[in-house]
Structures are given as C-alpha cells and as structure tokens.
C-alpha cells in the first residue's frame, strides 16, 4: 500500500522568503509523485510531477521539488514566495500502474506581508 | 483553460436523505473520478469511471454510493442514506487517458454538511 505524510499542517511565511514544504512516502513498489495547489475556491491544480529521470523537477509559479528515493521524500520548495503563494498545498502518489493517488493532508501555507 | 465544474459548491442535507453531488468534466475526457476529503484529513479516492462502468472503487465506496453519466456531459454522485460522517468536501476528476501520470483535472469541490 501506498501512504503520503505531510507533517506541517501550517507554514507561515514572510513574503519573499524561502520556503520548503515537506513531503515523505510509504511505498513497497515504484511510485509517481507530485504536488497538487488549491487556491481558495477552487480546485486542485497540479503543480509538478516527478515520473522518471532527473530527480529535481520543475514547476509552475516558481515551485520546484525534489525527489530522493533514499529518504523516501518529494519536498517542495520555493526561494521567493508571494502572498498569491497563499493555499493549501497537497503531496500525492501513485503507483506506475495505477490510476489513482494516494495525498497527504495537505499544508497550509500562509505568507505574510 | 478548461475546468471541471461542480455544482453546488455547499450543500446541507439530513441524516438519512439521499444527496446528489453533480460534475461536468472536460468534454473530452474519458475517464472520471470522486474524491473526498473529510476536515483534517487526507483526500481519499472512492471511484474511478470509464466506459460508463466503474473502474475501479475503494473499500470507502460502499452500497451506499453510487455514481452515473446520465447524459454524456454531466458525472454525478449518489448517496442513498446520508451519515454524518459522509460530511466531508467531495471532488470530482477527469483525464483524457488511464494513468495517473498524465495527471486529472479537479474541480473546485462540493462541501456536504450532514446535520
């Protein structure tokens, strides 16, 4: 079976701070990972993805997250936030055969002015 | 850029009535999706829809659950008999191909309040 854990459920952050969002996976076989934004209202949009091949990939917004097998971990990471940055951010697996994720229970992350 | 759209956006029901939650994926994918996630936990998958028949569903989508495309643009999801415990925020999915690699589209969400 497969298992994401998020262990912040809250980030706060000064705008144009960095930030690291933190993602850790349970798997017995190959997983795909990737980072899902839902901004206030509206639905999960994908943010990045990591399926194969170079282990730092790069997202949309600035985002970018990198996957370490060792560690079983897919963090997500941003040098410069804005306050559009503001959402709740969720981590997700799924196997390469399947056809359904696995998510966390997402981060909330909150940038300050 | 096109968007799965859910309808309502909240809705409150009694416990033992039966709820309809209502999704209109993008015109051209195939294959849909319910999610749900109750307040402080993780987003589950109930099913997955192809072909007009489910895929593939969770231990969570039980006799009570049920899902449709009654008319080929609208995805909708049936609880029988509401519990308080189905309150939760339900998402609705679609993807143009099988596998999760290419990624879904989701919807904005349905709160379910069952009071």
């Known amino acids: 079976a497969q298992s994401v854990t998020q262990l912040d459920s809250q980030v706060p952050v000064f705008e144009e701070a960095p930030v690291e969002l933190r993602c850790n996976y349970s798997s017995s076989v190959s997983v795909y990972l990737f980072w899902y934004v839902q901004y206030p209202n509206q639905g999960l949009q994908l943010l990045l993805k990591?399926?194969?091949?170079?282990?730092l990939v790069k997202g949309i917004n600035g985002f970018e997250a990198e996957f370490n097998k060792s560690q079983t971990s897919f963090h997500l990471r941003k040098p410069s936030v804005h306050i559009s940055d503001t959402a709740e951010y969720f981590c997700?697996?799924?196997?390469?055969?399947?056809?359904?994720?696995?998510f966390g229970t997402g981060t909330s992350l909150t940038v300050i002015p | 850029e096109p968007e799965v759209t859910q309808t309502p956006s909240h809705q409150v029901t009694q416990m033992g009535q039966e709820v309809i939650l209502r999704c209109v994926p993008i015109?051209?994918?195939?294959?849909f999706y319910w999610y749900r996630q109750i307040l402080g936990q993780k987003v589950e998958f109930l099913v997955s829809?192809?072909?007009?028949?489910?895929?593939?569903k969770s231990e969570i989508f039980d006799d009570q659950f049920s899902v449709e495309r009654p008319d080929g643009s609208n995805f909708t999801l049936k609880i029988r008999s509401t519990k308080l415990e189905d309150s939760a925020m339900y998402f609705c999915?679609?993807?143009?191909?099988?596998?999760?690699?290419?990624?879904?589209?989701f919807g904005s969400g349905t709160r379910l309040t069952v009071v």
């Open positions: 829809f192809y072909n007009n028949e489910i895929s593939e």
């Open positions: 990591y399926l194969s091949g170079s282990t």
């Open positions: 997700a697996v799924s196997t390469n055969t399947g056809n359904q994720f696995y």
């Open positions: 015109s051209n994918h195939l294959y």
């Open positions: 999915a679609s993807s143009e191909r099988a596998g999760s690699k290419y990624g879904y589209t």
